[in-house]
């Protein structure tokens, strides 16, 4: 997980990119792409899959792994990046990549540049470093599964904050104005201001302070927690405007733990202003959320209450109850046509002698099967042919000795 080093980016070529897809697709259900597989999604005209893959792991966008059940490759960060980078290139979104402006548990941040020459924010989402890895216990990303990638991870991370920023942006929320997003990056809008964290100096610090509390309660009021509204994801311009930032462990109020989220968004405010500006408020809302939940409850009770008996839901259950009682392609006439049927079927089966055999298998089945069969003969023997030649071991040291051999003999060729 180092720095984007984009040098490379603009010397691959269209091949280079497939082989990267390939790798990408191919780990949906690998952990460890073998070549073969590689090979068969790829698909190049002019072959070369080993080529292109040995010069991918020279530039350090895939790595190879070797055991002794199983051996591949599989993407990492750096490969992940480009094809972002790529895709948001040919989108007319970015034409330019600047310096990092920051670095956090999981993200980082970048300058880049549009088309226009204006500027924005490129957020790469970085699920997995050493300092945040008890992912399972903070996050809901992968829900029941066992396994996952931290490369998925990092997608569907990006995917939430876009969407919670988008949909906050929409509503008039102090957010960055959200452009674009593919996989695990995010492009925003560039927020001229600083941290809350570097801020030791403030020309209204009680204001300041209901303001962030009025935000808190809006977003309940909307139906959202932001989960970890702190100095880290707060930005302050010039004028003392707010920005809120950092969306992905955001959550709804009827999440089972949204009373402590929200307790803990007001206590690390309370407790920041406390630390810094000396400032500490005695009422504060911790009773909102309280009051929310009981205000939904109440209100559903009402709903519950004033509906009669005889309501649309009874009205439509009592309607559909009669057609309940089959399959939905099936009634009661079908089931008698196909009682008789088989009941004629049976009689005359019994009553007739076998005089003679011939084929009743109609000829469009039959060229049907057999173009079938045809079809996994040749899928068949395409897939020999790559474990033969692309994935064969042998071949592929072969190959590595004769490169080395041919760059010694040009080397000494060199030095005369």
């Keep these: 997980m180092g720095k984007l080093n984009v040098v490379v980016l603009r010397y691959l070529s ?11 697709m191919g780990m949906k259900n690998h952990e460890i792409v073998p ?26 966008l895939v790595v190879y792994e070797r055991s002794k059940m199983v051996q591949g490759y599989r993407l990492n960060y750096g490969g992940y990046d480009y094809l972002a980078l790529k895709t948001l290139c ?6 330019s990549v600047g310096n990092q402006m920051g670095v956090g548990k999981e993200s980082d941040i970048y300058i880049v540049a549009g088309p226009n020459g204006e500027q924005y924010a490129l957020k790469l989402h970085r699920l997995g470093r050493t300092s945040f890895r008890n992912l399972k216990n903070k996050r809901d990303y992968h829900k029941h599964r066992k396994n996952m990638s931290w490369l998925y991870l990092s997608r569907l991370s990006a995917m939430k904050e876009f969407a919670y920023m988008k949909a906050l942006y929409d509503r008039g929320f102090p ?8 996989r695990h990056a995010v492009v925003m809008e560039l927020i001229n201001g600083y941290p809350l964290c570097q801020v030791h100096e403030l020309q209204d610090p009680p204001a300041l302070y209901n303001e962030f509390m009025e935000l808190i309660v809006k977003l309940a009021n909307h139906g959202l927690i932001h989960g970890d509204f702190n100095e880290f994801n707060l930005m302050l311009d010039d004028q003392d405007h707010i920005t809120m930032i950092d969306f992905p462990q955001m959550v709804s109020t009827s999440h089972p733990n949204a009373e402590w989220y929200f307790d803990r968004d007001v206590k690390c405010i309370r407790d920041f202003f406390a630390k810094r500006f000396n400032y500490e408020k005695i009422i504060f809302p911790l009773n909102v959320f309280q009051n929310y939940v009981k205000l939904n409850k109440d209100v559903a009770q009402c709903v519950s209450m004033e509906q009669p008996r005889g309501s649309c839901f009874s009205v439509k259950y009592a309607i559909m109850k009669p057609f309940c009682i089959y399959p939905p392609c099936r009634d009661s006439d079908s089931l008698l046509h196909i009682a008789e049927h088989r009941r004629k079927r049976t009689d005359s089966e019994g009553t007739m002698g076998s005089i003679g055999s011939c084929s009743t298998i109609p000829p469009e089945v039959v060229r049907q099967k057999v173009r079938r069969q045809l079809n996994k003969e040749q899928k068949a023997a395409q897939r020999r042919r790559l474990q033969k030649g692309e994935a064969n071991l042998v071949t592929k040291s072969r190959r590595e000795n004769q490169s080395n051999i041919k760059s010694s ?8």
């Design 35 to 60: 070549v073969s597989l590689l090979s068969s999604i790829a698909s190049l005209r002019h072959g070369g899959c080993n080529k292109i893959l040995r010069e991918l792991v020279k530039h350090k």
């Design 90 to 95: 040919s989108r007319d979104v970015i034409v």
């Design 409 to 416: 003999i040009e080397c000494a060729d060199f030095w005369g």
């Design 175 to 182: 957010v960055p104005k959200p452009v674009d997003y593919n």
């Design 14 to 24: 269209r091949d280079d990119f497939r082989v990267l897809t390939a790798v990408e």
